[in-house]
């Protein structure tokens, strides 16, 4: 599968940003579809994932309540809808499936996010 994220750009603190991650090629009900991020000079974390067949979301605590993930299976695409955005959320996000949350077993190329304070 081929995944490419898009979306991201520059934002103020507080403000709102919708990423996409559009796959190409199959994915399963038993996938879930996980974003990452990654700021410079830090590991990559988690955000959130989806898992496509059941819908069933999952998040890190940092994001919670601020972050929502979807899906459209027909489109084969993922949404992140980020809220509240904070300068702390600035990193590179991109999306990944895998077979459980966290996991990252293909990835695309990500997009940047950047939150002015």
């Known amino acids: 599968v081929q995944l490419q994220a898009s979306g991201g750009g520059l934002v103020q603190t507080g403000g709102s940003l919708t990423l996409s991650c559009a796959a190409s090629?199959?994915?399963?009900?038993?996938?879930?579809m996980n974003w990452f991020r990654q700021a410079p000079g830090k590991e990559r974390e988690f955000v959130g994932a989806?898992?496509?067949?059941?819908?069933?979301?999952y998040y890190s605590d940092s994001v919670k309540g601020r972050f929502a993930i979807s899906r459209n299976t027909a489109k084969n695409t993922v949404t992140l809808q980020m809220n509240s955005l904070k300068a702390e959320d600035t990193a590179v996000y991109y999306c990944a499936r895998g077979n459980s949350p966290g996991e990252s077993r293909s990835r695309g190329q990500g997009t940047q996010v950047t939150v002015s304070s």
């Open positions: 090629g199959r994915i399963f009900s038993s996938h879930v």
């Open positions: 989806i898992r496509w067949g059941t819908g069933n979301t």
